[in-house]
C-alpha cells in the first residue's frame, strides 16, 4: 500500500502542475534557439518530435512551396516543454517577440490555453470544415462555438511488442491479442525470465500509462462537467494506479526518465514492448535492423472494470495560429492549404511518418491501406476508427 500512496502523490502532483511533465512527448531534445522574422514573406512553425511532428511541418513546407514559392517557412525543432514554458511566458506578459506564426500544441493542453489566454490564438473556423475531422478532436480546440486549431494526428493507443523476444518466452502473436493489463503483466514476468528482457519502460514522472487505462474505460480526473474534480471515489483511477503498482513490483518495468531514454530503451532492444500512442511508430522504425522483428495488437484492458475495452487514446497534437504575432493571415492560408485540406500530403504522411491522420477521408488514402513491411501486422486503422475515449483533455 506504501507505494500504491506514492503513486497516489505522483498523481497528485502532476495535476498541480497542469500535467507538464506527464506527456509521453516531453522530449529532452537540445534546445533549438527560435528566431522570427517578421516579414510578409516569412513563417515560422514551432513543433517537436524530429521524426514525427517535425517531419509532418517540413512536408507540409514543401507542398507550400509548389502554391506560393515567395514565401520562406522555417520550421524549428524544440522539447514541447521549452514550447509551452515560451507560449506561458509570452502571453502572461503580451510580449510575442520571437514567438513563431504557427505552433504545434498537444490536446491535453490546448484547454488550458484557450481558457487561460483568451484571444491569443487565431479562430480558424474559416478553413476547418468539422465534417472533415473526428469529432472528438475538434471538441478539444472548440470553445464558444469558434475552432482554433486544425486537427492533426491521433493519439490512438496500441501495443507494439518484439515477436522474437515473445517467441522466446514462449507466445505467439495469438496470444498478445485482447489481453488485460494482468494478463500482460504475467506475460512480462516470462519474458523478463526467458530474455532478461523488461516488458516496458515507466517513467515516475510521466504517468501516461494511468491515461491510457483510464480512458480504456471512459474515465478521467474530471467528472462530465469537465468542472469537477473526480478523483476520490474515481474507481477507474484506483484500478489503473493497482495495476501501475503491480507493474513496478513485478519487476517487469525499466525506469526512466524523460523521451530520450524512452525512445533509446526500444531502439536498442531494452524492452520487449512499447504500450502507447500511435504516434511512437516513427521512432520504433528508425531502428531499421529491428525491421520484422515488432508487431501490433490492441491496447491492454483494465481487469475488473466492465467498462474497459481494448482500445484508448494518449496525446496527439493539432496547429494552432498565434494571433499577434505579425504574418498571422498568412499563417491561416498555410495551414487552410496543408493539413486542414490537402489529402495528398495526409496520404504522404502516413506513408513517410506512419501518420495516424484524424481526417476522416483518411480511411480510403492510397498509404493507409497498404501494409507496413517494417511491422507483421497493423491494427491502426481499426484502432482509430473504432477506439474509444470520451474525453480527450
Excluded at 152 to 157: E, H, K, L, R, V
Excluded at 174 to 201: R, S
Aim: net charge negative.
Amino acid at each position: 500500500m506504501r507505494s500504491l500512496r506514492v503513486l497516489a502523490l505522483l498523481l497528485s502532483i502532476c495535476l498541480l502542475w497542469g500535467l507538464t511533465a506527464c506527456s509521453n512527448q516531453t522530449e529532452e531534445q537540445p534546445h533549438t534557439q527560435a528566431t522570427v522574422e517578421t516579414s510578409d514573406n516569412v513563417l515560422t512553425i514551432w513543433a517537436w518530435d524530429d521524426t514525427f511532428n517535425v517531419k509532418a511541418a517540413n512536408l507540409a513546407k514543401a507542398y507550400y512551396a509548389n502554391i506560393n514559392p515567395e514565401i520562406q517557412v522555417n520550421v524549428v525543432s524544440m522539447a514541447q516543454t521549452d514550447i509551452i514554458t515560451k507560449l506561458n511566458t509570452a502571453f502572461s506578459s503580451s510580449n510575442y517577440e520571437g514567438l513563431p506564426n504557427i505552433v504545434l500544441i498537444e490536446d491535453y493542453r490546448i484547454q488550458n490555453f484557450l481558457k487561460s489566454y483568451p484571444g491569443e490564438l487565431r479562430d480558424l473556423s474559416s478553413i476547418v470544415d468539422p465534417d472533415r475531422f473526428m469529432e472528438y478532436k475538434l471538441r478539444v480546440m472548440t470553445e464558444e462555438g469558434k475552432i482554433y486549431g486544425v486537427p492533426f494526428d491521433s493519439g490512438a493507443a496500441a501495443l507494439f511488442y518484439r515477436r522474437d523476444y515473445l517467441r522466446e518466452a514462449g507466445y505467439t502473436e495469438q496470444d498478445m491479442q485482447n489481453l488485460t493489463w494482468n494478463e500482460y503483466i504475467e506475460i512480462g514476468k516470462d519474458v523478463k525470465e526467458a530474455t532478461g528482457k523488461y516488458m516496458l519502460t515507466l517513467d515516475p514522472s510521466d504517468l501516461g500509462q494511468i491515461r491510457i487505462m483510464m480512458q480504456s474505460a471512459g474515465a478521467w480526473y474530471m467528472k462530465e462537467d469537465g468542472e469537477t474534480v473526480d478523483i476520490a471515489e474515481n474507481e477507474v483511477l484506483k484500478a489503473a494506479l493497482s495495476t501501475y503498482e503491480r507493474m513496478v513490483n513485478a519487476g517487469i518495468a525499466l525506469q526512466v526518465s524523460g523521451w530520450d531514454p524512452f525512445v533509446k530503451a526500444f531502439q536498442e532492444g531494452e524492452v520487449a514492448s512499447v504500450p502507447t500512442g500511435c504516434w511512437a511508430m516513427s521512432n520504433i522504425v528508425k531502428a531499421e535492423e529491428q525491421s520484422g522483428k515488432w508487431a501490433v495488437a490492441p491496447i491492454p484492458r483494465l481487469d475488473d472494470i466492465p467498462q474497459s475495452i481494448n482500445a484508448s487514446s494518449i496525446g496527439g497534437g493539432s496547429w494552432y495560429v498565434i494571433d499577434k504575432v505579425p504574418g498571422a493571415d498568412l499563417a491561416v492560408d498555410f495551414l487552410g492549404k496543408t493539413f486542414a485540406s490537402n489529402e495528398q500530403l495526409i496520404d504522404d504522411l502516413v506513408k513517410e511518418i506512419s501518420l495516424v491522420s484524424t481526417m476522416k477521408s483518411a480511411k480510403d488514402l492510397k498509404h493507409c491501406g497498404e501494409p507496413n513491411a517494417f511491422l507483421v501486422a497493423s491494427v491502426f486503422t481499426r484502432t482509430l476508427l473504432h477506439g474509444r475515449s470520451k474525453r480527450l483533455l
